[in-house]
């Protein structure tokens, strides 16, 4: 079955970086959109970057200039490589790809588990 990993989350003070992954396994024909979500405790969750197949990225406000997002497309990974972390970025985060099987017909999005992000003095 299709799988999403993600790794590459801690604790950071603010003003420091990290660099997640995410990794997807199994019976992949094609992964169109890549996206990066978070959710912080007694929030919902939301997209904050994307990438399509080509390349082209868009950004929430809340992270523009400080994130990057970026893609393997022959690994099936995505990484979002974080800058300049403030406390506010303390949250769950979650890959979630749209990509189509070797069994199915069309696309649909998968998720992983999530990695906890923390930013505190």
């Known amino acids: 079955q299709v799988q999403l990993v993600e790794s590459g989350g801690g604790s950071v003070q603010p003003g420091g970086s990290l660099r997640l992954s995410c990794a997807a396994s199994?019976?992949?024909?094609?992964?169109?959109?890549m996206r990066w979500y978070r959710q912080a405790p007694g929030k919902e969750r939301e997209m904050i970057a994307w990438?399509?197949?080509?390349?082209?990225?868009n950004y929430d406000d809340s992270v523009k200039g400080r994130f990057t997002i970026s893609r393997d497309n022959a690994k099936m990974t995505t990484d979002l490589q974080m800058n300049s972390l403030k406390p506010e970025d303390t949250a769950m985060y979650y890959c979630?790809?749209?990509?189509?099987?070797?069994?199915?017909?069309?696309?649909?999005?998968?998720w992983g588990q999530g990695t906890q992000v923390t930013v505190s003095p």
């Open positions: 979630n790809m749209d990509l189509s099987t070797t069994s199915e017909s069309g696309a649909r999005g998968y």
């Open positions: 990438i399509y197949s080509v390349g082209s990225t």
């Open positions: 199994g019976p992949i024909s094609r992964i169109f959109l």
